[in-house]
């Protein structure tokens, strides 16, 4: 049998044709480490449903930013764990909290890693809710919860934060956040929205990372987006670009890579992808099990992310991330 004249093979045919080839590529520059921060501790924690990830204290995390520096990570994003919680998150801005505290120690540490801070009530609530309740449970008091968003955001910004992160999916956040900001002279700090953000099993984990799993309210489908759901994303995502988003997040990440693709398409901001703790702890557990190697289905998961248009990646490997694209690609 005879071939065409175009044989798809001849890009394949060695590892520099490939790289060469490649039309996509990984930076560890456009990966974004999260990090937890613990108000009661002293040295760091391991968080058993992550491998590999800790509870920080103020000191860990001193050295976790050096490591980070050093592994090509130039961003954080900062979730604070207190010790004291009440119903309508008050201690979330106290300019002495832990995030506070934590963004304070990193930016004088080095100034030029780009710290972002979650912007949510869920770690500071005794109740777990990321809205302060309203009357009409399970619905928020919409306005008591903007403005205590309000309160963290220039706490934060007081702190010397770059961005500001708000993850509660409450309408008019962004509006909100970036008019208190304005209006305190924080006209610089970005707003990184987590604009399309499903109701999702894959944020197990996490409920651990932050130390509340007991308290987390599992349902959040009030509020958090219904996976049922497509066009509504482009809903959602065209009303924080209207309310002065600087930068739009999908979250979660694999499952969601048809909805990446949309906003990528419909707009031209900058475009995140959160790769959550149920996708990172899946391939843990899966590599465990003997079904793959990690590190290939890790860097593969990446790079559907930056094929489906995501700018920037969060994920939990962030800090591993150079080490294995350079032997891997090609
Ligand atoms: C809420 C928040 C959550 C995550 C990030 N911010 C939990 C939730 O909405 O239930 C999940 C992140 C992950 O699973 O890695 N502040």
Not at 21 to 33: G, N, W, Y
Not at 182 to 191: R, V, Y
Request: net charge negative.
């Amino acid at each position: 049998m005879s071939y065409p004249q175009t044989r798809m093979q001849r890009y394949r045919q060695n590892p520099t044709l490939r790289t060469l080839f490649a039309e996509h590529t990984l930076r560890p520059e456009c990966c974004i480490q999260p990090l937890f921060i613990h108000e009661g501790l002293t040295e760091a924690r391991d968080i058993g449903s992550l491998p590999g990830m800790v509870q920080h204290s103020l000191s860990s995390l001193r050295l976790e930013i050096d490591m980070l520096w050093l592994a090509g990570v130039r961003a954080v994003i900062l979730f604070g764990i207190p010790l004291t919680k009440d119903a309508t998150a008050s201690t979330a801005s106290d300019e002495n909290g832990i995030l506070q505290k934590a963004i304070r120690q990193i930016k004088t540490q080095r100034p030029e890693m780009t710290v972002i801070a979650d912007c949510c009530l869920c770690e500071y609530t005794t109740h777990g809710h990321c809205g302060i309740p309203g009357p009409k449970a399970p619905l928020f008091d919409h306005d008591a919860t903007l403005a205590q968003l309000s309160e963290i955001a220039l706490s934060y910004a007081a702190a010397g934060v770059d961005i500001v992160a708000p993850s509660g999916m409450m309408d008019g956040m962004i509006q909100s956040l970036r008019s208190s900001l304005d209006q305190h002279g924080f006209s610089d700090i970005l707003l990184m929205s987590y604009a399309v953000k499903y109701a999702s099993a894959f944020y197990g984990p996490f409920r651990h990372a932050a130390g509340s799993g007991d308290v987390f309210s599992g349902n959040r489908r009030h509020h958090q987006m219904a996976y049922t759901q497509r066009k509504e994303a482009l809903r959602e995502a065209q009303l924080d670009v209207q309310e002065g988003a600087d930068i739009l997040m999908i979250k979660p990440g694999m499952p969601y890579l048809d909805i990446v693709a949309d906003v990528r398409r419909e707009t031209t901001l900058p475009v995140a992808v959160y790769q959550v703790s149920g996708e990172y702890a899946m391939l843990h557990a899966a590599a465990k099990a003997g079904v793959f190697t990690y590190e290939e289905a890790m860097l593969e998961s990446l790079m559907a992310f930056v094929r489906a248009g995501a700018n920037w990646i969060i994920t939990y490997d962030a800090k591993r991330v150079r080490d294995f694209i350079t032997p891997m690609l090609g």
